[in-house]
Structure formats: C-alpha cells, structure tokens
C-alpha cells in the first residue's frame, strides 16, 4: 500500500472544490427522500451514509442520448425530390464520479466486454468510459441485499475504480488503482497513508466478516440453461414480479438499450435510451408476435442473462456485480439470489433434465 | 396470533378449488413483507401479518383472468377489490376475500428517514405504540404515528370491506391525523408557477421504471400502456422532465375517481417522489363533483363509467 495516501474528513469538502473546478464532478446527493447521483453542489447534501438508489451509470450510459439529428431537404432543381441532412452528435465527455460504492463502478467492466471490445467498439460508450473516473468508497458493512461476494468481488473490490477510498477514523484512506486515479491523488490535500493504512485493513476486514457466507453460483449457467422450458418453474419464480422494470434502471450492469426516431417538422433526433427486458415491448416483433409474452418469459431473461448467457460468452464471468440494488428497490421484493439458487437446485434434483 | 392462525385454517380448506391464495410471507429483510403465492399447506404456514404486510395484493388479481384465486386484504386492499369489481374488471365469483383487522403498516421511507439505511437493518418489532428498530449501531425505539403509513393513521377502513372469510375483532375507523391531506392543502396554497416548479423539481429525478404504473391494482393497460407504444409512439422516449411529468398526468388522470389511494404508486417508486399528491387531488376534485369514493360501495357506479347530460355539479352553461 506504499501509494495509499491520507485524505482528513476536514479536507473533504475542498478536495471536492478542486476536484469540481478542474471539470464535472458528479456525486451521491440527497433529493427528497432519496440519494441519486448529480452534479457536485456545496448547497446540496452530499450523503456518504448509504448507497445511491440509482447507481451512477447514467454517467457513461445515460438514460436517453442523441446519437444523431437529421433534417428532410426538399432538392431546388427538383422538388419532387427529398434529401436528408444528418449531424452527428459527439458525446460531451470528462466527469469524475465521487462517492460510489465499488459495486456501482465494477458494473462497467460487465459493459466493457460489450461496448468497447476489439471488433465491437460503440464510440458513444467508449468515449465517455475513457473520459470517466471513479472514486470509489469501501464499505464498512454489508447490507442483508449485498452479496458482492458471491460473484467474486466485495466491500473493497478495486475492479472499475480508479481511486478507492476507505472510510477510517477522522478521514479516508485513498488508494490509487488506475494512471487516471493516480493523478488524481497528486493534490496538495492529500498526506501519506502512515498508521491509517492499518486501520484501512481493518475496516475492511470486518466488511468482509459482516457478509453470509458465499454461494458457488457457477453451476447457475447450466442450471438456468436446463430450467430453460420449464415455464412452471418460471411461473413460480416470476409470481409476485409487477414487471416494472425498476430493477434493470437500477442495475449497474443492465446494458440493454432503444433506439427511436423523435420526429418534430422537417426532422428529428435519433435517440438512443434504456430499455429493459421486464418490459412488454421490449422482444414485441413488428409482426406483432412477442417471443417473451408473459412476465415470467422475461424474468427469465434478466436472471439468464446474468448467470448464465453473458458468461457463457465472456469466459464464465457472472454479468452481476451483487449490488442488490434490484432487491433493494424491487417494489414486489423479488430476490435474485432466489431465483439463481433455485434453479440450481432444480438442476441437482432433475440432473436429466 | 389467533386470528392469523384461523384465516390460515380457511385458506387450507380453500386451496383445494382456487389456483393460488396471494398473501405475504416474510421477505429480504426484517422490516420487508413480500407478496406470497399460497398453493400448498406449506405455503400457507408462511402467511404473515402485521405492519410488514405493505404491499397491495389486490393489484396481482386481474393477471389471473380466467382462474379462481383467493386474496388475503387489508381494508385498505379491500377497496381495491371492491373497485376491480364495480369495473367488472375481476368477477365477484373468481375471487375469494380473507380478511382480518388491520393495525397499519410502515411506511419504510419515514423508518429510513429515522435509521438510515434500512438495509442495515437486522430486527423490527411492532408492539402496541412502538416499532423497536436494531441496526449494527443498536436498537431505535420509534412511536409508531412516526412510521406508519400516512393512509393508516386516519384510515376509515381497517376492516375489509367485501370478504368471504373474516377472522379477528374487527376494528374502529383511526381516529389520527391525516398528513395527506395536510401536504394537498400546502401544495393547495401554492400559486401555479411555485407548484408547477415544485413538480417539474421533484420529477427531475424519476427513472421512467413505470414501477408506480405497474404496482396499481388499478392501472390495467399494463403491457399496452400508452407510455410505451410503439406505433403510434404517443411519447417521447426523451428523459425530460417534461415527458415525465406528462406520464404522471396521464397516470393521474386515468386514476381519476378510481384510485382507491392505496398508495402503491408511490411506495413503489424507487426515487421516492410523492406522487401519491396527484391523485389525492383528483379524488378530492372527484367527489366534490360526483360525491363519489372509489372503492368503498360495491353497488356503486364509478362517474367514468356514466352520463348525464347535465351533471348536477358542473354548471356547464353558467359562463
Ligand atoms: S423484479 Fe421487481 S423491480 Fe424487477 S420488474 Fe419485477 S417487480 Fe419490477
Ligand atoms: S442484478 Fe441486481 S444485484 Fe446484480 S448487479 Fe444488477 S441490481 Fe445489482
Ligand atoms: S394511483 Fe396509486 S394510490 Fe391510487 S390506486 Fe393506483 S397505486 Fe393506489
Ligand atoms: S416509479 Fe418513480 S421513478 Fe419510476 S416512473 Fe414512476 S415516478 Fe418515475
């Protein structure tokens, strides 16, 4: 830990002015009665004390952006001729991220393996990622919906921050873990580390102990495969699901997206925005015939998707960071890790199946 | 609980003619009730209630079209039944009501506001006038008119209204104070462009989930909601406040005089916006037009669904 560096609860408030002068700073505020991240405001309540509802994803993959605007050009020669003018629309790019909990960053490197892959790059997703950096905050305890550790991260999981801090005694102890994180501990507020680094340890330490113990969710991907025809199982599983869709807005690693045609006049914008797969219209074909007609159907997607279809194709890595977030925030109390862990005993009870 | 022991007994004998009873059972946290699908005797032996049993079961009901199912109601779900029933939206001999006295239910927003992160939580029992609530920091001790759901603490209706089996001492009307209508008459007093702002505000935040659509019991377009068509593609998929605001009008409007003010909308939303203002205002505007509220008479029929030429309240030609 010889980069860790020492940031004093005092000096919070101006490391954040300086992070915030030198670009956009985007962080866990309270509105209302929620936390949701946003533009850094000495005026707003930053809230440190529990995690955002709403991770931060919208920063890299907002919740609806203008890929492109066009115009319909009537020909001067000929008017019976149309033509089109298209502007493309580059991203405004540049934030540091403050105050995520490491579940929220580490949703990005599920999106990575889609969006910004060789021989796959989406330059929307890439550009922002690149321009992004996340400070990150350990957590000091697990809530009864985390289970970060089940797919193989946890309180502390460096992956897809940039710079993590852990809360100590009268301050945080930040440690780099990227170039981009690096430079940004290189400000004057910071001290060395010193003893704190040790009290670092030890908060991390007791997170890690107030989790259940893990489950093996790799035998999930056959598991969920096998299940797959058994709509009485999904039936049973999806039961008290509302199909609303929270549980995808909310999820830091639910990529899916829509693209519309927003026509006004003579032209328009093409949008794309979230989509989810609890939603009807989400598989619905022009034909009119839905392949994912019922809630059940499309429950089935979302824990598919997760555990089984996307590690399939990314060399076995779960497509879920654990956040809870889905559990958390689920109007009806669905429980993914329910689901996950009866189909694996349905696999083990019927292996012939 | 003995009266919870007997409804159980009930739905035992039921079970053998229904496709499922809904209840709630015990979910993800101590302070979480979650919906449950009763289609066993073992099923059946997880039925909780008590201040954990938020949710509105009523809402699961129109997806079961065609099956005879049996619902566990608060009184307050009960309107919701009643309701479903006068727009001959479930039918009276499809369903079977159980019902029992209801004490109120938490509002986990005011624990949250109390405890921090309720996720945190690791133990809540409700005695009499207190929630106990333990957290890793200890145990907080809350009166309960402190977290009870605002609907509860002046609810006219703690017994269900229609039911086919009723166990327990049924209860009277609270007698508390009624927050709801307190936060309509400040929003009331504000002059247009101040109210307007305050909504244009707080709907900044929402996530266009359409978990307040699809947690009414009421809401019944659900998959053909005009929020999501795709052709004609009535909405913008834009994320303005404008769009999402629109939404809550054309959510608000839809409910008008026959939201039974459950309350799902907005416990459900993710975001927290109180929504539930909307359509309190309507319902008021309602039955100071029709004299009617929804969900409470069976009989009745719901003003949407009639037409006078002249509407007795509404001076039509008086301009
Ligand atoms: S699992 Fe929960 S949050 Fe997700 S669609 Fe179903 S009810 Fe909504
Ligand atoms: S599926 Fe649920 S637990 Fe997993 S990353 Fe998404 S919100 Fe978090
Ligand atoms: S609009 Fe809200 S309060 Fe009214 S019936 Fe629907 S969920 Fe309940
Ligand atoms: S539940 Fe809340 S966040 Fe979701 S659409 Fe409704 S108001 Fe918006």
Redesign the pocket.
């Known amino acids: 830990m010889e980069t860790a560096k020492f940031l004093p609860e005092s000096s919070l408030e101006a490391w954040l002015a300086e992070l915030a002068s030198s670009g956009e700073l985007i962080v866990p505020r309270r509105e209302g009665d929620a936390v949701v991240f946003g533009p850094y405001d000495p005026n707003v309540p930053l809230e440190l004390s529990r995690d955002a509802t709403a991770p931060p994803k919208s920063v890299v993959f907002p919740a609806c952006e203008e890929l492109l605007r066009y115009t319909y050009v009537k020909d001067a020669e000929d008017i019976s001729k149309t033509g089109m003018s298209v502007e493309e629309v580059t991203p405004a790019c540049g934030a540091v991220v403050f105050g995520a909990r490491p579940c929220g960053a580490r949703g990005f490197t599920v999106y990575d393996r889609v969006f910004d892959a060789e021989g796959m790059r989406d330059p929307y997703y890439a550009a922002r990622r690149a321009a992004t950096a996340f400070v990150t905050l350990a957590c000091r305890e697990a809530g009864s919906a985390c289970f970060c550790h089940w797919v193989g991260s946890g309180p502390a999981d460096p992956q897809g921050s940039d710079v993590l801090l852990t809360p100590v005694p009268g301050g945080y102890v930040a440690e780099a873990v990227t170039e981009k994180g690096a430079a940004l501990l290189a400000s004057p507020l910071m001290a060395p580390a010193g003893k704190h680094a040790g009290e670092a340890k030890a908060v991390r330490a007791k997170a890690m102990e107030s989790l259940d113990t893990a489950q093996d969710v790799s035998p999930a991907r056959e598991a969920l495969l096998a299940a797959f025809d058994d709509m009485d199982f999904w039936n049973r599983m999806s039961a008290k699901c509302i199909s609303c869709g929270a549980c995808t807005y909310l999820c830091p690693t639910c990529y899916c997206f829509n693209i519309t045609d927003e026509a006004q006049g003579n032209g328009g914008t093409r949008l794309r925005s979230w989509d989810n797969c609890m939603s009807f219209q989400f598989t619905l074909e022009a034909s009119g015939h839905n392949p994912r007609p019922t809630k059940a159907h499309r429950l089935k997607n979302r824990v598919g998707h997760k555990f089984s279809y996307y590690p399939g194709i990314h060399g076995g890595v779960v497509a879920c960071c654990g956040c809870g977030r889905c559990i958390r925030s689920c109007p009806a109390g669905v429980d993914i890790r329910e689901i996950v862990l009866a189909a694996m005993e349905r696999a083990t009870a019927k292996p012939q199946e | 609980m003995q009266s919870l022991e007997d409804i159980k007994a009930k739905i035992k004998d039921a079970l053998p003619g229904l496709d499922c009873v809904i209840g709630w059972e015990r979910g993800w946290s101590p302070l979480h009730g979650t919906p449950l699908f009763m289609r066993s005797p073992e099923d059946v032996d997880r039925l909780t209630w008590g201040p954990f049993n938020v949710g509105?079961p009523a809402t699961y009901l129109t997806g079961f079209k065609g099956k005879k199912v049996g619902v566990v109601v608060k009184g307050c779900d009960s309107r919701?039944v009643v309701q479903l029933l006068q727009e001959k939206l479930v039918k009276r001999e499809d369903v079977v009501v159980f019902g029992m006295p209801c004490e109120g239910v938490v509002d986990l927003t005011k624990v949250a506001r109390k405890v921090g992160d309720i996720a945190l939580v690791n133990a809540a029992v409700r005695a009499g006038g207190t929630l106990s609530v333990t957290t890793p920091e200890g145990m907080v001790e809350i009166p309960w008119e402190e977290v009870a759901a605002d609907k509860c603490l002046s609810c006219q209706y703690p017994n269900a209204l229609v039911s086919d089996h009723f166990a327990g001492e049924p209860l009277p009307p609270a007698m508390g104070r009624d927050p709801a209508a307190e936060q309509l008459a400040a929003l009331e007093a504000m002059a247009p462009a101040e109210l307007f702002a305050h909504w244009a505000k707080v709907m900044e935040r929402c996530i266009r989930c359409y978990a307040?659509r699809n947690?009414?019991?009421?809401?019944v377009c659900r998959d053909h909601c005009i929020a999501q068509t795709r052709d004609p593609h009535w909405l913008t998929q834009e994320d303005s406040t404008r769009e999402k605001l629109m939404f809550q009008m054309i959510?608000a409007l839809h409910?008008a005089g026959?939201?039974?003010?459950?309350?799902?909308?907005?416990r459900s939303c993710p975001v927290d916006i109180p929504i539930?203002a909307l359509?309190r205002k309507l319902n008021a505007v309602v039955k100071d037009l029709f004299d009617y509220q929804a969900g409470v008479d069976p009989q009745a029929v719901p003003p949407l669904f009639t037409f006078q030429v002249e509407e007795a309240k509404i001076n039509e030609r008086g301009w």
């Not at chain 2, 947690?215 to 809401?219: E, I, N, R, S, V």
């Not at chain 2, 039974?260 to 909308?265: D, F, M, R, Y």
């Open positions: 509105n919701s307040c947690a009414c019991p009421m809401c959510h409910l026959r939201c039974t003010e459950c309350g799902e909308c907005q539930l359509r």
